[in-house]
């Protein structure tokens, strides 16, 4: 499901709300109108001055007689709004008892605050929806409200320089931490893609977590989605199987989302099927002008061995490749706990 199509089910959802709320206005008037037959009468007479007063505008004569029109025509106007009040106040009967309820006043439940203007703009309501379906079509859930930039924690890693990598692990997590952090601030769909690599339990999953989050809060569509699982729902949907409405929009997501952040690739079971897949998807984003994060437990030299050349030689050119390295923090946060 694109960012087009989670728009189109939102709007479908305002034209419900709406629909919802004139129902709820016509039945509350027609218990009113049978409580209080005057009310109805009321309301039919302010209906008829109102187009009298527009007639009353556009019509020809002297300024004077245009003018004594309408001062009359409001005041019988106003006679009847107070008489309507005096009616429903006796019933314990609010005056806006027959406005339509909606779930934001702001925007009316269309979205748009600014609906008669060259652009209209987007109601706050409109604008948290949009966040909320992109949260629950990133399939993170509530994990982003643990894994993101501010609970990162540097202080996890090694402060030992590392004689192969000549920076300590901390360091080096510090400075993927900005990359990333910065590639989340700046996003635009297509501004680049990232490739995380390194041994398991060094913070990629964490910092994919957090660029989701940061591109998800700023409006973008994100799918986030494991390689093993990616490539046993195309599978799946290739020969028909467990093939549903929510299987299609994710397949959808994966070219159409501003960012896919596939996560953990090397650990689905590599054949030729999946590696056309993979190319597919790596090179369609590319084509389609799509920005994509990869994670990976293997290094530059077990991607070329497992992956065929057209793939890797796709992520050395378009990917900004991020070495990984140092101490399974997991297994220190393990024993850390235990201690």
Known sequence: MGKLTVYKEIMRG?????????????????????????????????????????????????????????????????????????????????????????????????????????????CNCLKQRLIDAFYALSNLNDVLARENFASFKSSLFSQTVSENEGISPRDNMKLMRKVAEKFAKDFTPGAGNLLFYGKTGLGKTFL????????????????????????????AQQFNRERDAATDSRLDAVQDADLLVLDDLGAEYSTIVTDSMLFDVVNQRLLDGRSTVISTNLTADEMEEQYTERIVSRIKGYYRMLKFFGEDIRVKKKHAGLA
């Open 14 to 122: 305002y034209e419900a709300a709406r629909h919802e709320a004139r129902g709820l206005r016509e039945r509350r008037q027609a218990s009113l109108y049978a409580a209080l037959p005057r009310v109805q009468v009321i309301d039919r007479e302010l209906a008829g001055l109102g187009l009298k007063l527009v007639r009353a505008s556009m019509g020809a004569g002297s300024t004077d007689t245009l003018r004594g029109t309408q001062e009359t025509l409001r005041s019988t106007q106003e006679a009847l709004l107070q008489e309507k009040s005096r009616l429903l106040t006796a019933e314990g009967i609010p005056d806006d008892y027959l406005t339509d309820v909606y779930r934001c006043n702001l925007c009316g439940d269309t979205g748009f605050t600014a609906r008669d203007s060259a652009a209209p703009v987007e």
């Open 208 to 235: 994919c977590h957090c660029i989701a989050k940061m591109v998800l809060d700023a409006g973008f569509t994100v799918l986030y989605i494991t390689a093993p699982r990616l490539f046993k729902i195309v599978q």
